[in-house]
């Protein structure tokens, strides 16, 4: 199973930088892909960006060149660097893991718990 804890939120003006991390802990299996997800009030839970045990990294439109995934295998961290944050990056952001259990191939989806991004402008 796995745990997430995610840090880095907060309040930044629009321009600014913020960098979340996550932390996984996992027993009975190994994490593939890892990333972060947000939800503005009213809207759907997004897709912001994730990368695979490969090393290949998928963004959002929005996140293109302003924000930056950095992953460490071994200690099952995901960073995400944001850059040139815009109002419209206000969200809470969700840290998420694919986790495998040892002999099986079906994977499961594992959510922290959110950390808000308020960007001022």
């Known amino acids: 199973q796995v745990q997430l804890v995610e840090s880095g939120g907060g309040l930044v003006q629009a321009g600014g930088s913020l960098r979340l991390s996550c932390t996984a802990s996992?027993?009975?299996?190994?994490?593939?892909?890892m990333g972060w997800y947000r939800q503005a009030p009213g809207k759907q839970r997004e897709l912001v960006a994730t990368?695979?045990?490969?090393?290949?990294?998928n963004y959002a439109d929005s996140a293109k060149g302003r924000f930056f995934l950095y992953r460490d295998y071994a200690k099952k961290m995901v960073d995400l660097a944001m850059n040139t944050l815009k109002p419209e990056d206000t969200a809470v952001y969700y840290c998420?893991?694919?986790?495998?259990?040892?002999?099986?191939?079906?994977?499961?989806?594992?959510w922290g718990q959110g950390t808000q991004v308020t960007v001022s402008s």
């Open positions: 996992v027993s009975g299996g190994i994490v593939e892909s």
């Open positions: 990368i695979n045990s490969a090393g290949t990294s």
């Open positions: 998420n893991a694919e986790f495998r259990p040892y002999g099986r191939s079906a994977r499961s989806n594992y």
